[in-house]
Nanobody
Framework: QVQLVASGGGLVQPGGSLRLSCVASGFTISSYAMSWYRQAPGRERELVAG????????NYADSVKGRFTFSRDDAKNTVYLQMNSLKPEDTAVYYCNARLSLTRSYWGQGTQVTVSS
């Protein structure tokens, strides 16, 4: 059974940092595309960062380049999103996604990130 459990969100001041974690079970993350998305109130869900299957390439949204870092620990079957220099516009619910095939995509439960003074 595929499961994604995200954690690490919280309230942080502008300029602060957070690290999100997503623990996967039921499959091996190193073989599949893994991504972080976010959804702010009233907006569509958007891709933040991700890695293609078998670690072929990594991509970031322009709005987070240079501030966010996606990483993967295959031994722990876990992906991370290190978020630095956070801005109020980064406030959103962040979701972990695993794409196992063209028709099989799984989502974690989401973790709230709020950037506010």
């Amino acid at each position: 059974q595929v499961q994604l459990v995200a954690s690490g969100g919280g309230l942080v001041q502008p300029g602060g940092s957070l690290r999100l974690s997503c623990v996967a079970s039921g499959f091996t993350i190193s073989s599949y595309a893994m991504s972080w998305y976010r959804q702010a109130p009233g907006r569509e869900r958007e891709l933040v960062a991700g890695i293609s299957s078998l670690g072929g390439s990594m991509n970031y949204a322009d709005s987070v380049k240079g501030r966010f870092t996606f990483s993967r620990d295959d031994a722990k079957n876990t992906v991370y999103l290190q978020m630095n220099s956070l801005k109020p516009e980064d406030t959103a619910v962040y979701y972990c996604n695993a794409r196992l095939s063209l028709t099989r995509s799984y989502w974690g439960q989401g973790t709230q990130v709020t950037v506010s003074s």
